[in-house]
T-cell receptor, first 119, second 114 residues
């Protein structure tokens, strides 16, 4: 079974509008972390935002926020006021056993969503 | 700039050859991770080292090996290369023990096997 599912292969958004990128995850571990990374066409992986399984509030970092619904096992990324430079591939990733456990640091990634921002 | 460096940026070689990819983690980070990104497999975890010792192993082929040196830089060795090994190889580092243990990625090494 897929541990991280990103169901949107591609998304389009108009500049200055908000967009939501979907991510659902599957784990039986009570302690885990969810991460979003951005991969522009140049190839590097850029960390955007983190949400811990015990965090009471949704994470926010500038124009990025995470809509964390624990019961539904979803961690959707919301990008507000889209910019042309936001066009990239976006990956959702999970680390299980965040506070101990034997999975250590392994990140499991989804297949990614390609976001295109139109002017 | 994440602070993680990888060399070389590009590598083109032939089947059957052996290559070494190098990674220097962010200052202060003890953990180094290697990932492979290919079109068919996506992003896959290969191996993790923590302060010189292997800590976790993922989908790493027996033809591949890695090590972390006392100065904390790491090398990924790929031998008997096959066409299917062509991929983008990332190194990441983290402080392992920080609250979020966020992994910061290097720019990657793009390996092309001809």
């Amino acid at each position: 079974a897929q541990k991280i599912t990103q169901t949107q292969p591609g998304m389009f958004v108009q500049e200055k509008e908000a967009v939501t990128l979907d991510c659902t995850y599957d784990t039986s571990d009570p302690s885990y972390g969810l991460f979003w990374y951005k991969q522009p066409s140049s190839g590097e992986m850029i960390f955007l935002i983190y949400q811990g399984s015990y965090d009471q509030q949704n994470a926010t970092e500038g124009r990025y926020s995470l809509n964390f619904q624990k019961a539904r096992k979803s961690a959707n990324l919301v990008i507000s006021a889209s910019q042309l430079g936001d066009s990239a591939m976006y990956f959702c990733a999970m680390r299980e056993g965040l506070h101990g456990g034997t999975s250590y640091g392994k990140l499991t990634f989804g297949q990614g969503t390609i976001l295109t921002v139109h002017p | 700039d994440s602070g993680v460096t990888q060399t070389p940026k590009h590598l083109i070689t032939a089947t059957g050859q052996r290559v070494t990819l190098r990674c220097s983690p962010r200052s202060g980070d003890l953990s180094v991770y290697w990932y492979q990104q290919s079109l068919d497999q996506g992003l896959q975890f290969l191996i993790q080292y923590y302060n010189g010792e292997e800590r976790a192993k993922g989908n790493i082929l027996e033809r591949f090996s890695a090590q972390q040196f006392p100065d904390l830089h790491s090398e990924l060795n790929l031998s008997s290369l096959e066409l299917g090994d062509s991929a983008l190889y990332f190194c990441a580092s983290s402080d392992e023990g920080g609250q979020t243990d966020t992994q910061y990625f290097g720019p990657g090494t793009r390996l092309t096997v001809l």
